[in-house]
């Protein structure tokens, strides 16, 4: 369903045409959709997305078929993360919002990807309190966090090498 890239590519996940956007976006309408900036990142989005797809949508699983994550930069906002998981995982989803302090508000996702792509979509924004002198620091730790949880991951399944891509991108 959603492409996979290698860890070695750098990439994080698939960009995508509008076109390709709403073809994804239409055949999944009853799944979850789930928007955030990524360049900068919302503060919480990275260990939010980590914690969803490790602990929830585990890769290598049949389960992890039931997630997806694609990028696109047609947007307003410039290049935002969209995660497609199935409505029966609202549940984990809010609880998951709520344990990475990021709140949810329902919006189009014309607002979040421009142009001609129709649909609604929940788009993931901070609720932490911090200062711009601190975001990087803030930032730092997320990444931390998220390198923990891949790093349990790799040694659960005896990985050796595997890239932790959100991380390298904003070291």
């Excluded at 309408?29 to 969803?52: H, Q, R, Y």
């Excluded at 992890?64 to 549940?91: C, I, Q, R, W, Y």
Aim: proline residues 3%; charged residues 25%; hydrophobic residues 40%.
């Amino acid at each position: 369903m959603f492409k996979r890239n290698d860890a070695n590519t750098g990439e994080i996940a698939s960009k995508i045409s509008r076109e390709s956007l709403q073809k994804i976006i239409d055949e999944h309408s009853d799944w979850l959709k789930l928007a955030f900036p990524i360049n900068p990142p919302e503060l919480g989005s990275i260990l939010f997305v980590t914690k969803l797809e490790y602990l929830h949508f585990e890769p290598d699983t049949e389960k992890n078929a039931e997630f997806g994550m694609v990028v696109s930069d047609n947007g307003v906002v410039g290049a935002t993360a969209l995660v497609f998981v199935p409505s029966g995982a609202k549940d984990i989803v809010d609880k998951l919002a709520e344990e990475c302090h990021l709140k949810q508000t329902l919006t189009s996702l014309e607002t979040q990807c421009g142009g001609e792509v129709k649909g609604t979509v929940i788009c993931l924004e901070t609720c932490q309190a911090y200062e711009d002198k601190d975001y990087v620091g803030l930032l730092r730790k997320e990444l931390d966090a998220a390198s923990e949880i891949h790093a349990a991951f790799d040694a659960k399944h005896s990985k050796v090498g595997t890239v932790n891509l959100l991380n390298n991108l904003y070291k």
